[in-house]
């Protein structure tokens, strides 16, 4: 009898041991809402859905009146503040060699220089204001230069695009959604399970990962274990981490998680 359960017991660990197969789809874990933080016409769309991006390659630019008046504004303050400089400059100049050729003169008197002191302090005075004038225009163009740069919209990572909801010449509003972006190296695989089959997952759980489309094969582990919304259908969802390696792995694939049982 016990010759009997031995070999019994050796065959069993002959047979490979049964498999839970439970469908599921790659999804991204990244996933970027693109859209504009100043309001303007859409001037330029660069990209289409499907298109591959890059780190902050620019994805649409932004066409804005507003902006351009307002740079418009700062530049003509800058050169008007520049002319005035140089004209006190000038003016001071002229004071200073006056009062030099005056003092050189046996006839000057002391109301005629300290005229010209005066005359000299109050434009020393101008010029120095005219100058903090230049100053803040400068700060002021380099600010709306800096500005303009949200103008154009980058992309935040690499990616794919999979939706654009925007045209050349629509009006975008701040906030308002143009493009959603992928990330296709922060891939997932999402899948549901069966409430009665929860005993072979655990948080942690190593299966096996197939992607049947593109004959993938490799390993995942169980990220997280997430309660059905619908109580009604008595099923878990469960999110997969996996090694993609370099194989090119869209989201929406088809894919297989294989757990022992």
Same mark, same amino acid.
């Given at each position: ?41 859409? %001037? ?8 591959? !991006? #890059? @780190?902050?390659? /620019? ?5 804005? +009146? ?57 434009? %020393? ?8 004038? !230049? #100053? @803040?225009?400068? /700060? ?5 230069? +800096? ?115």
């Amino acid at each position: 009898m016990y010759k009997l359960l031995t070999i019994l017991l050796f065959v069993a660990s002959l047979l490979p041991a049964s498999t839970l197969t439970i469908p599921g789809t790659v999804v991204s874990d990244s996933q970027r809402m693109i859209g504009s933080r100043y309001m303007g016409y859409v %001037k330029e769309i660069n990209f289409n859905i499907g298109d591959k !991006v #890059k @780190q902050d390659d /620019i994805l649409f630019e932004i066409q804005s +009146g507003e902006f351009d008046l307002m740079k418009s504004q700062a530049e003509l303050g800058l050169e008007q503040a520049q002319i005035f400089v140089e004209m006190y400059q000038t003016h001071l100049a002229n004071v200073q060699r006056e009062k030099r050729s005056l003092k050189r003169t046996k006839k000057a008197s002391m109301i005629d220089v300290e005229t010209l002191d005066i005359a000299a302090e109050n434009t %020393k005075a101008m010029l120095k204001a005219a100058q903090q004038v !230049v #100053k @803040q225009a400068t /700060i002021k163009i380099k600010q709306f230069t +800096g500005l303009y740069n949200y103008l154009e919209v980058k992309a935040p990572n690499d990616g794919v695009i999979v939706q654009k909801r925007i045209k050349v010449g629509d009006m975008i509003m701040p906030g308002m959604l143009a493009m959603i972006l992928v990330d296709l190296n922060d891939l997932r695989i999402e899948a549901n399970i069966a409430e009665s089959n929860l005993k072979y997952i655990r948080k942690n759980t190593q299966l096996k990962v197939t992607i049947p489309s593109i004959d993938f094969k490799t390993t995942g582990v169980v990220e997280a274990i997430v309660p059905s919304a619908n109580p009604m259908t008595h099923t878990m969802t469960i999110r997969v981490k996996f090694n993609k390696r370099d194989i090119e792995i869209f989201p929406g694939m088809y894919a297989k998680l294989h757990v022992e049982m």
